[in-house]
């Protein structure tokens, strides 16, 4: 019998997430029923910017949708096929994940040619062939030019002594080197400094817009909220309390962000 995920006809929708129900620590005093018959889609090509308090549900949806923890039922639709059978290596076929840490999503001891390497060979067979090539390492030193940061010139450095925003730029190239169907951003700019950070976020729509990606990214930093994405949302407990896209998206500014989460508040019973 063939164990390949069932497919199921192409849509406008990338990824598309079906009556999701999840509850942490069931039959504690510390249960939690994070997620009650929840529901997202997202439309290829497109850049959703996901905003939210703590607590709200932003990293558990990433994660679910990554396969990195399983909803207690409900479906995961990623490019019309259902994802709770796919292996962790087609997860990682599917979806590139930057991570909020710099450290994260590259390998520290090895150089930066060696980390493009492993990433541009993710998913192939290995021979006895010569590892790098002379082609390979001039495409590689082409794509670390279009981060302009200088690193097309640090192919042999370790990549532990580059900067944060370096080893975060070298990690979106990295999720984005092969072809995937969905980048997941995941606070990716919060542990920057705000020159590094704006770096980041440039090269970010650069890289979404270029490579015609789909893009779903949490930030707390509500200016970036506002100014990137073509989609946004806002979550609480769970669900999703604001949601506006195209036009709409583009007239949300920063103050309607703030007087949205005080809202929140006030309906929690909290003082603003």
């Given amino acids: 019998m063939s164990t390949q995920p069932k497919s199921e006809p192409l849509s406008d929708n990338l990824a598309e997430m079906r009556h999701i129900f999840k509850t942490f620590n069931p039959g504690t005093v510390s ?48 490019d019309g096929r259902e994802s709770s059978r796919f292996s962790e290596c087609h997860h990682a076929k599917l979806i590139g994940r930057v991570f909020q840490n710099p450290a994260a999503g590259t390998c520290p001891k090895l150089t930066v040619l060696e980390n493009l390497a492993l990433a541009d060979n993710k998913g192939k067979c290995f021979g006895l062939s010569r590892g790098i090539s002379k082609k390979q390492i001039d495409f590689y030193r082409s794509q670390l030019e279009l981060l302009k940061l200088g690193l097309e010139n640090k192919l042999n450095l370790p990549v532990a002594n580059l900067s944060g925003g370096q080893r975060q730029a070298l990690a979106l190239l990295i999720c984005s080197m092969t072809p995937i169907s969905l980048l997941i951003l995941d606070e990716h700019t919060a542990a920057l400094d705000p020159k590094s950070s704006e770096t980041i976020m440039e090269l970010t729509d650069r890289f979404v817009r270029e490579k015609h990606l789909t893009a ?24 999703i309390v604001f949601d506006v896209c195209g036009n709409k998206k583009a007239s949300v500014g920063i103050r309607d962000l703030t007087e949205k989460f005080d809202e929140i508040s006030i309906e929690d019973g909290n003082s603003v």
């Fill in 31 to 78: 249960e939690i029923s994070l997620f009650q018959d929840f529901g997202l889609s997202l439309r290829r090509g497109s850049f959703t910017v996901v905003v939210g308090s703590n607590g709200s549900g932003k990293t558990t949806l990433l994660n679910i949708l990554c396969g990195s923890i399983a909803p207690d039922s409900g479906e995961v639709i990623i």
């Fill in 216 to 239: 779903l990214m949490v930030t707390h930093n509500l200016k970036y909220a506002a100014n990137f994405g073509d989609r946004l949302l806002m979550m609480h407990r769970g669900n």
